[in-house]
């Protein structure tokens, strides 16, 4: 697993819009609090990369028992949102009619680097590692503007 960003987050336009949230309804079936995507900002095919982006609203779910007095964004909602990623780039991919279940099926080397915290827009960059058309994996990584708050690998299956 890469310590070195896959990509520099300074390069990345959080304005940008590679796939709408409508897109993203469209292809991932995860709805009200486990919608973890407001858009791709970015996508490349031939690279197998995607980047998401979510912006932190001061009426997350998790604020309120997460943690009171000083809220964080659950690490499990940050491999919530690799798997999401990774699932578009399968998609995009091999199904962009969105007809398949990508499912998350493993995760590994997950480190949690820094907070992420209400009104903080989350950037995570996934990079298919092994992508087939029923199995693949990825390398995810997460970041508050330019502070890297998330690593892992994720595995997904179409179920």
């Known amino acids: 697993m890469a310590s070195e960003p896959i990509i520099d987050p300074a390069t990345l336009d959080p304005n940008n819009e590679a796939l709408s949230k409508e897109q993203v309804l469209g292809l991932n079936r995860q709805r009200?609090?486990?919608?973890?995507?407001?858009?791709l900002i970015a996508f490349d095919a031939e690279e197998g990369m995607a980047v998401g982006f979510k912006?932190?609203?001061?009426e997350e779910f998790w604020i309120r028992g997460h943690i009171p007095g000083r809220p964080l964004m659950p690490g499990v909602l940050m491999i919530e949102m690799a798997a999401q990623v990774s699932s578009l780039i399968f998609h995009l991919k091999f199904d962009p009619e969105g007809?398949?279940?990508?499912?998350?099926a493993g995760v590994d080397k997950v480190k949690f680097r820094g907070s992420v915290e209400p009104g903080d827009d989350l950037v995570m960059v996934v990079k298919a590692t092994r992508l087939r058309s029923r199995m693949a994996s990825f390398e995810a990584q997460g970041f508050?503007?330019?502070k890297f708050v998330f690593e892992?690998?994720?595995t997904g299956v179409v179920l």
């Open 99 to 104: 007809e398949k279940f990508f499912g998350f």
């Open 152 to 154: 892992g690998e994720i």
């Open 55 to 58: 912006h932190q609203s001061e």
């Open 32 to 39: 009200y609090e486990f919608e973890q995507l407001d858009k």
């Open 144 to 146: 508050v503007g330019d």
